[in-house]
């Protein structure tokens, strides 16, 4: 998305303040199912989770995350998900072998949230940055991106006339 000064005018080839370029991003709550050990200045610690989000086969793999923590985080992070350890994937496929390898898996007991630009065609997170733990949340809580419980959301999908404020005798559409 592009927002400039309501006075500002285009000029080619020049860069100004005037203009500013920023990324929209989406957020999404996921599960933790594991751990990648990292290397250069994090070698003793958490390199970047491995991601998933339940679906109707179990937890579906979504990515890694490694960007995004501070030091503190990381290292919090790796104490709390110690005790978690388990010796069997918690994701209902097999990952991607470029995904698998070095991962410490741990139970699916976790959930955080993330930003990411968009979603890959396979379903991964793309660009995903992570934004914190989420203690207030259960893995029975995330719900993926397009997936919405109609029965308890209260809204009547009967009245399509709606759709456009139509049956308030305005529209939303411009003139």
């Given at each position: 998305m592009v927002a400039k000064k309501w006075d500002s005018t285009y000029q080619p080839g020049r860069r100004s303040s005037a203009w500013i370029k920023d990324k929209l991003w989406n957020t999404q709550e996921v599960v933790i199912g594991g751990?990648?050990?990292?290397?250069?200045?994090?070698?003793?610690?958490?390199?970047?989770?491995?991601?998933?989000?339940?679906?109707?086969?179990?937890?579906?793999?979504?990515?890694?995350?490694?960007?995004?923590?501070?030091?503190?985080e990381l290292g919090s992070l790796k104490k709390t998900l110690a005790p978690l350890h388990t010796y069997e994937s918690p994701f209902a496929t097999r990952l991607p072998t470029q995904d698998a390898k070095g991962v410490t898996f741990v139970r699916p007991e976790l959930v955080g949230e993330v930003r990411y630009s968009e979603r890959t065609g396979d379903g991964r997170l793309r660009q995903p940055s992570w934004r914190g733990l989420r203690p207030d949340k259960t893995p029975d809580d995330v719900v993926g991106v397009g997936a919405v419980d109609v029965a308890s959301s209260g809204v009547d999908l009967s009245v399509v006339e709606c759709m456009f404020e139509v049956c308030q005798g305005t529209t939303s559409r411009p003139r």
């Open positions: 751990w990648r050990e990292g290397n250069g200045g994090r070698s003793s610690g958490i390199g970047a989770l491995v991601l998933g989000i339940p679906g109707p086969d179990g937890l579906q793999f979504v990515g890694r995350v490694g960007t995004g923590f501070t030091e503190k």
